[in-house]
């Protein structure tokens, strides 16, 4: 069972959230806050699998109340997902620096907020595909006519495959699905993908994949369009 905290100052958004992620046979929600300061207390208190904040909350925000909850000397991590109304490059900057393993937009299908809990809760990460896309063509915008960094060693056609993978916005069970692997084998190739580019994400991982010419900010599209 996942364990799951929210925190939005919005009474009947917590509400909604909550009746759609209780109808769920394998998440539980088992604390509800209104604000950051609150959903540290709780969190610490209550030590669920994932919290769900929101980013604009009264006193401390969500960006603040992520770095404490996700705080790598804790005991045990909890892992967190953002859900916002503002899609802002800041934002989404901000939540990824601060820990965050999703970023998820509040018109989002009910379906994509159980996937990012439960990759969350996994390990595993998951942004909003019509996130991604923007952000990514901002990013390569950015940097067009850049020479992309060059990995520390070749990739080897499974690291290939499974960039391709991240970039298209698959989590690491899709992953697995899909090549015919392990999760634990999924997260070992990210391991050497990150070490051999030198990036800190997934976010980052894709946007390389895109500047080197092994993709393109359609595919991400494309994935939005087929998960919205």
Known sequence: MIRVLIADDQSIIRAGLATILDAQSDIEVVGQSANGREAIDLAQRLRPDVCLLDITMPGVDGIAATKVICDPTADRSIAVVIITTFDTDDNIHAALEAGARGFLLKDAPPDQLTRALRAAANGDALIDPSVTARLLDRLSAANRGKTPVQPIEPLT??????????????????????????????????????????VRNRVELAKWAYETGRTSPTTAKGEADRTS
Not at 170 to 195: C, P
């Open 157 to 198: 056609e499974r690291e290939e495959e499974v960039l391709l993978a991240v970039a298209d916005g698959r989590t690491n069970h899709e992953i697995a699905t899909e090549l015919f692997i392990s999760t634990s084998t999924v997260k070992f190739h990210l391991a050497g993908l990150m070490s051999k580019i030198k």
